[in-house]
């Protein structure tokens, strides 16, 4: 399995946090399951793939910052590689 590093800043510090993929699962989801899996958004972001399922989500990138937006019922992330200026890879 692979593994993603990120460097978050959360009350003014920054913490690093290595994140590592599950096996996915075999059974088949069921339909309202389905809907929540759903693949909202597929893109890459310098060296990192970025996938996003669910309901409801809305994500945008800003070809200016090059900074990839998911905004949800109560979350909102920003994901942006420094020194970068554009989302894709």
Not at 11 to 27: C, H
Not at 46 to 61: D, H, L, S, W, Y
């Amino acid at each position: 399995m692979g593994s993603l590093q990120w460097t978050v800043e959360r009350g003014g510090q920054s913490q690093t946090v290595r994140m590592v993929a599950e096996a996915k699962p075999d059974a088949k989801p069921s339909k309202k399951s389905a809907e929540a899996l759903k693949l909202r958004y597929n893109g890459t972001l310098g060296p990192a793939q970025v996938e996003v399922r669910g309901a409801p989500v809305n994500v945008t990138e800003d070809e200016q910052t090059g900074e990839l937006v998911i905004r949800s019922h109560d979350l909102l992330v920003r994901v942006k590689i420094p020194g970068e200026r554009s989302p894709r890879g």
